[in-house]
């Protein structure tokens, strides 16, 4: 069974904190960052914006908040999309100098100019700045809900350990929301985009309540109560996404500090109850070895610390025990150890745990999927958008060694190239270094089966596996011989092994230069008339293609 801690211990010190000094620094410490970011729901690189700050939170997440703030034209909801603005975000906007989205402040400070506003190219750089630079007042927070009155209460503490620049101060209590689903013109998610760190309420009003006493030694202890309402602008709220920043101002812009706090939960029903959340999708494989993960919540009062995880694939058992220290109504992504088994065309994973108050919820099941199977011979179709410069791709063997690449590509083009592949599991990866997807990728083997599609904005990476059985196609020429040289070339091009095959040479924006037909075994170009660049032949023999870079230099 699974070890818990004691409730009891959980309200002590929330009781305590509450009526005492005891949960704020004395001592000198540096800035901690605010960064509030302006995004929307129709917005091509929020995402991007939304990465790079997680990035940094990542490198600090006990001292960076991140708020999302939805204002502007990119938030305002069109047909049935939710509605995620708030009544401050204009104003919080209006003081900044915002002109486009995605951006941002860090801690509302004017690093050059007269404006506040930083593009997510300036967040990480900026936020290290005050990361390092001393701050002037310290603050803590912690918080709790009851779930039988959705009533939400945080307790503050702040201590001055020298005096701020402004003789009055503002105390601002945000609420947060996390893990709401709705739509995203980036990001390649459609309406299922996760929406994190989203602004929905603060407690204190539009500038924050007034701190006067700001002076070295001063110190402020306040608590609020709150009711969280069922929905924001009919969005349903869900108690378990639920956070808190709070922050100090000097005046409505400088914030010397903040910190982020996540509340404990009362009013549960059960003490001793883990559920099984979610199994993330698997999606089809050729691999034998499988490494799944599962969501794991804990929907009892106690915090859990240790639990035995069952988890069988195509009837084979295996256990795991996971560790740390989950408290209530909280959720972690579990990574189950990889093990060999049998792949079956469709495939079966179920997840277990041991008894508790509640057994419903304790066991999971979930399908997969073999995946597609080819001759091996492999032809890859790439059809760039218009930012074919942003294109990559790669094709790694079941080593995870890199057997092909390409890219990066002109702009609105078709390339086809076409390997001879070994039996074996393959991963295909498209890439796009801006992070928006766009180009179309289509891997077929020589009978035409689909080994793999991409289409649309898809984000930073697609991926997926197909398997070969290393037989090439009756129709194809082998291209493994085919030589081309030299490489780069300035007048002849000598191409060797591809007798009888038909050739096509175009340019790097896709324009047709040459053609010749039936070329002899050890065929010679005349590129001697070529400018100087980038060039690409295309080699078709009995309906295989092939496509080689070269360049060309004077």
């Not at 997680?54 to 991140?66: C, F, H, M, T, Y």
């Not at 739509?183 to 309420?201: E, I, K």
């Not at 110190?219 to 969005?235: G, H, K, Q, S, W």
Request: glycine share 8%; net charge negative.
């Amino acid at each position: 069974m699974f070890k818990k801690l004691s409730l009891s211990l959980v309200f002590t010190v929330f009781a305590f904190g509450s009526y005492a000094q005891t949960i704020v620094s004395t001592s000198p410490q540096d800035k901690n960052v605010v960064l509030e970011e302006f995004t929307g729901i129709y917005c091509q690189f929020c995402p991007d914006g939304h990465a790079r700050a997680q990035a940094i939170k990542d490198g600090n997440p006990d001292r960076v908040s991140l708020i999302n703030i939805h204002t502007g034209g990119f938030a305002n909801p069109s047909g049935n999309a939710p509605d995620f603005r708030t009544n401050y975000g204009a104003a919080i906007a209006a003081q900044t100098g915002l002109t486009g989205y995605p951006s941002g402040t860090v801690n509302r400070h004017v690093f050059s100019g007269n404006n506040t506003i930083l593009d997510r190219g300036q967040w990480a750089i900026r936020a290290n700045e005050i990361l390092g630079t001393a701050s002037n007042v310290n603050i803590a927070a912690e918080a709790n809900i009851d779930i039988q009155t959705n009533e939400l209460t945080v307790h503050v503490e702040a201590y001055y350990t020298s005096n701020s620049a402004e003789s009055t101060n503002k105390l601002n209590v945000a609420v947060l929301q996390d893990n709401t689903k709705g739509p995203q013109s980036g990001g390649g998610q459609g309406s299922n985009y996760n929406h994190m760190h989203r602004l929905v309420d603060l407690i204190t009003g539009q500038w924050g309540e007034d701190i006067t006493n700001t002076t070295a030694g001063s110190f402020i202890d306040r608590t609020f109560t709150y009711t969280i309402p069922a929905d924001y602008r009919d969005v349903p709220t869900n108690l378990a996404d639920m956070k808190v920043v709070v922050f100090i101002t000097e005046t409505t812009q400088e914030i010397p500090t903040g910190v982020t706090t996540l509340p404990t939960y009362t009013g549960l029903t059960n003490n001793n109850d883990a559920a099984i959340a979610e199994i993330p999708e698997i999606e089809p494989t050729c691999d034998t070895e499988l490494s799944a993960n599962v969501v794991i919540k804990n929907l009892g009062a106690d915090p859990i610390t240790s639990l035995p995880i069952t988890y069988t694939i195509n009837g084979e058992a295996n256990t795991f025990t996971w560790t740390g220290n989950l408290l209530s109504l909280r959720s972690e992504t579990v990574s189950l150890p990889a093990v060999t088994y049998t792949l079956n065309s469709t495939n079966t994973l179920e997840v277990t745990i041991p008894n508790d108050d509640d057994n419903s919820n304790n066991s999971l099941t979930t399908t997969f999927d073999q995946a597609a199977e080819g001759t091996g011979t492999v032809n890859l179709e790439i059809r760039t958008d218009a930012y074919g410069s942003e294109c990559r791709w790669n094709l790694r063997d079941s080593n995870g060694n890199i057997i092909e690449n390409g890219g990066p590509y002109p702009n609105n083009t078709t390339v086809n190239l076409t390997f001879n592949l070994d039996a074996d599991c393959y991963l295909f990866t498209g890439i796009d270094t801006w992070g928006d997807g766009g180009t179309r990728f289509t891997l077929t083997d020589s009978d035409g089966t689909q080994l793999f599609y991409a289409v649309g904005n898809w984000g930073a990476e697609t991926t997926g596996q197909f398997g070969s059985n290393g037989v090439l196609g009756t129709n194809d020429f082998s291209t493994e011989n085919i030589a081309l040289y030299p490489n780069p070339a300035s007048t002849v091009l000598n191409l060797k092994n591809a007798e009888n095959a038909n050739i096509e040479v175009y340019d790097i924006l896709g324009k047709l230069i040459l053609t010749q037909n039936n070329i002899d075994v050890d065929a010679q170009i005349n590129v001697a008339n070529l400018q100087a660049g980038t060039y690409f032949i295309k080699i078709s023999k009995d309906n295989s293609v092939t496509t080689k870079k070269f360049l060309v230099t004077k």
